[in-house]
């Protein structure tokens, strides 16, 4: 496969005097606590950018320990009321908050999109994905069950109850702000729980836009966000001592920082890390497909997904025509703005930081000799795009196919024996999703029972469904989204035991 050094991809701007969004659209630039946007006792602020300029779009309060706990006070008064709502209850709130959303659904994907600069057709799958979720808990709240009561010792009735845990402290992530706070809030206050959440400080307009909309459909303390970093307003929700369980979606680091600092006061922790998602294609699969697939596997959010198909092993026989495959569908993206047209697909990262970052892994891949069938590095213009790159030819161990590079990137690595490809697909240190490639069905089980993943798709990938659950092994942290599993990971379990003799 012949290879570039520089991509030549155009990025399509929205053009001046384009608003994505008007001021009027803008959450209040304060905390949410107790249903009320809340000033910081601090004065310092966090600088919010648009990624498809660079240019500062808004300024959040920096929160401070003394603003959680605040809000943590407000989370605590609420409790035992939301604590001792019947089911029924719960769910008629979570439908109330799913309808409010869909809505608003345009104005929170435009939103969305503005601060992250996420295409519009990927943020409007982003809120139409947090509309189902609240549906999904609102139901799933009402059905949950326990082992049957009964005489597990003479005369002696066992009963098994699911209780709220309490106040429940998360920290989401910059790259689905609103779904992501949607997979956590759901299940938490289904659960009975109320919540002190801290979006992360690069894109937490839509969450804080959120917290506004549904203030009137909860009661006050039960969502609480509050603005700031991870190492003051996520240590402090990690601390806390009237915190039952922090919930973080994010990297590995921050998952390590969580959980070391919620090892004193030995609360629970509910963990969904990074990925490093490998494809596993086999001679027999059905090529165009793969590939076909992987558009939108490899490439959805502009590679900023935790699930990605970001690391294909393919078998030596067919892996040039799979790269070759795989390539035209890459060279057909439409890389833009998110103003600049309803079909634009890839968008600029989220951050300057974080393009810088994996500008660095495509530059250390090029001096290591890999090359790029395809883009390979920045665009150029303002903003902070990555052209679409398929990494090919890449030898066994290296970097960009071990690390997570969270951007446009797919690596094309080969192998010849079944038993190497799972070896090698286990190796990484992460264990969030995997999937197969084949068209022989007892392969297809055989080897996905031997993938160390959380999830594992056969012939697709990256597709989800509110009903069955998200989490990884390993590096991956632990803990599950999504489905009756999250209910019970937000949700302790109480034995109670009755003498019954008379």
């Not at 910081?40 to 959680?68: C, H, L």
């Not at 603005?227 to 979606?249: E, K, N, W």
């Amino acid at each position: 496969m012949s290879t570039t050094t520089a991509p030549l991809t155009d990025v399509r701007r929205a053009g001046a005097g384009h608003a994505l969004v008007e001021p009027s659209d803008l959450p209040a630039l304060k905390h949410s606590i107790a249903g009320e946007p809340t000033p910081s006792t601090a004065t310092e602020t966090i600088d919010v950018f648009n990624p498809s300029t660079g240019e500062k779009i808004a300024a959040v309060p920096a929160g401070t320990t003394e603003d959680v706990d605040a809000a943590v006070a407000a989370a605590l008064s609420a409790s035992p009321g939301w604590a001792s709502t019947t089911p029924k209850e719960r769910s008629l709130a979570l439908l109330r908050i799913a309808d409010r959303v869909e809505q608003n659904a345009e104005a929170l994907a435009r939103l969305e999109s503005f601060d992250t600069g996420k295409p519009l057709s990927v943020s409007r799958d982003d809120v139409a994905q947090a509309v189902d979720t609240f549906r999904f808990m609102a139901g799933a709240l009402r059905t949950t069950t326990s082992a049957a009561a009964d005489e597990f010792v003479a005369d002696h009735l066992s009963v098994i109850h699911r209780e709220p845990l309490g106040v429940v402290g998360v920290v989401t992530p910059w790259n689905y702000p609103l779904l992501m706070a949607a997979w956590k809030i759901a299940p938490i206050l289904g659960a009975g729980n109320t919540l002190v959440l801290k979006p992360s400080e690069i894109t937490p307009l839509s969450t804080l836009k959120f917290a506004e909309l549904v203030a009137d459909l909860l009661p006050a303390g039960a969502l609480n966000v509050v603005t700031g970093t991870g190492p003051v307003v996520g240590q402090r929700l990690s601390t806390h001592p009237d915190i039952a369980l922090v919930a973080l979606t994010g990297s590995v680091a921050s998952g390590r920082a969580v959980a070391a600092s919620a090892a004193d006061s030995l609360k629970r922790v509910h963990l969904e890390l990074g990925g490093k998602a490998p494809v596993v294609v086999f001679a027999d699969a059905d090529l165009a497909a793969a590939a076909s697939s992987l558009r939108a596997a490899g490439y959805w959010n502009s590679g900023q997904e935790c699930g990605a198909g970001c690391r294909v092993l393919v078998h030596a026989s067919v892996a040039e025509e799979f790269t070759r495959l795989l390539v035209a569908e890459v060279e057909s993206f439409a890389v833009g703005e998110p103003g600049a047209g309803d079909d634009v697909e890839i968008g600029p990262l989220v951050s300057k930081g974080h393009y810088e970052k994996v500008v660095g892994y495509l530059d250390r891949a090029r001096e290591a000799g890999i090359g790029a069938a395809v883009g390979g590095g920045a665009t150029g213009g303002p903003g902070w795009f990555i052209a679409p790159t398929v990494l090919v030819d890449v030898p066994v161990g290296a970097e960009c196919a071990r690390e997570e590079i969270f951007g446009p990137v797919v690596t094309v690595e080969t192998f010849t024996e079944e038993d190497e490809a799972v070896r090698r697909a286990n190796e990484v240190v992460y264990g969030l999703a995997a999937s197969v490639w084949t068209r022989d069905a007892a392969r297809s089980h055989d080897v996905a029972r031997r993938l160390d993943f959380g999830t594992v798709w056969v012939n697709c990938h990256l597709v989800l469904a509110s009903e069955v659950p998200w989490g990884g092994f390993k590096g991956s942290g632990y803990g599950r989204d999504l489905s009756v599993y999250a209910l019970e990971d937000f949700s302790r379990t109480k034995h109670v035991m009755h003498n019954r003799t008379r």
